[in-house]
């Protein structure tokens, strides 16, 4: 139920068939030159025009309800004949962003490695943004064969792979659904 009365459902089938939508569709193909039906497409459709998802939701055995990676911000040449993203490497864990900054820094990170930076969720710092954290790997030559696991939060900017839980815990082992911007 949404603010309406009515359900998601409801507003979009209004909206779909409403003088006001037809109003946009017109004025955006008329004053900007851009077809509305291109604006956003069905996923048959982007994937003919050669368009991917913007984000991912991988499950595996670090996160068994699953994550969200950006997927564009994976590297195409990191990526298998088969479309799939695969990495295994040296784990390194940091319980703070500067801490992992500092260890990029000081040439603790090698090529391949799996950065894992804990306690920046809703258990620890309550969300801190991780932007500094990719833009120090995006300066570095081999930044993109390392991948970043985190709980924190995660930039809008974001140019590197990132992996975050689905799932965190809160404050009491309680747990909080998290959902990306």
């Given at each position: 139920?949404?603010?309406?009365?009515?359900?998601?459902?409801e507003?979009?089938?209004?909206?779909?068939?409403?003088?006001?939508?037809?109003?946009?569709?017109?004025?955006?193909?008329?004053?900007?030159?851009?077809?509305?039906?291109?604006?956003?497409?069905?996923?048959?459709?982007?994937?003919?025009?050669?368009?991917?998802?913007?984000?991912?939701?991988?499950?595996?055995?670090?996160?068994?309800?699953?994550?969200?990676?950006?997927?564009?911000?994976?590297?195409p040449?990191?990526?298998?004949?088969?479309?799939?993203?695969r990495?295994?490497?040296?784990?390194?864990?940091?319980?703070?962003?500067?801490?992992?900054?500092?260890?990029?820094?000081?040439?603790?990170?090698?090529?391949?490695?799996?950065?894992v930076?804990?306690?920046?969720?809703?258990?620890?710092?309550?969300?801190?943004?991780?932007?500094?954290?990719?833009?120090?790997?995006?300066?570095?030559?081999?930044?993109?064969?390392?991948?970043?696991?985190?709980?924190?939060?995660?930039?809008?900017?974001?140019?590197?792979?990132?992996?975050?839980?689905?799932?965190?815990?809160?404050?009491?082992?309680?747990?909080?659904?998290?959902?990306?911007?």
């Amino acid at each position: 139920m949404t603010v309406t009365g009515q359900t998601v459902g409801e507003n979009l089938d209004w909206w779909q068939a409403s003088e006001r939508r037809q109003k946009f569709r017109q004025c955006l193909l008329e004053q900007d030159g851009v077809d509305p039906d291109d604006v956003i497409l069905p996923p048959e459709r982007a994937r003919a025009k050669g368009l991917t998802s913007t984000v991912a939701f991988p499950v595996g055995n670090i996160a068994p309800e699953g994550s969200v990676v950006k997927a564009t911000a994976i590297d195409p040449s990191v990526v298998g004949d088969d479309g799939v993203y695969r990495h295994t490497g040296r784990a390194r864990v940091f319980v703070s962003e500067a801490r992992a900054i500092g260890a990029i820094k000081n040439g603790e990170i090698e090529r391949g490695d799996i950065m894992v930076v804990i306690g920046g969720g809703p258990s620890g710092t309550g969300m801190e943004e991780t932007y500094q954290l990719t833009s120090a790997l995006k300066h570095v030559s081999w930044g993109k064969t390392v991948s970043l696991i985190t709980d924190a939060r995660f930039s809008r900017r974001l140019d590197r792979r990132l992996f975050w839980p689905r799932r965190a815990r809160g404050a009491g082992g309680r747990a909080h659904r998290q959902a990306a911007r």
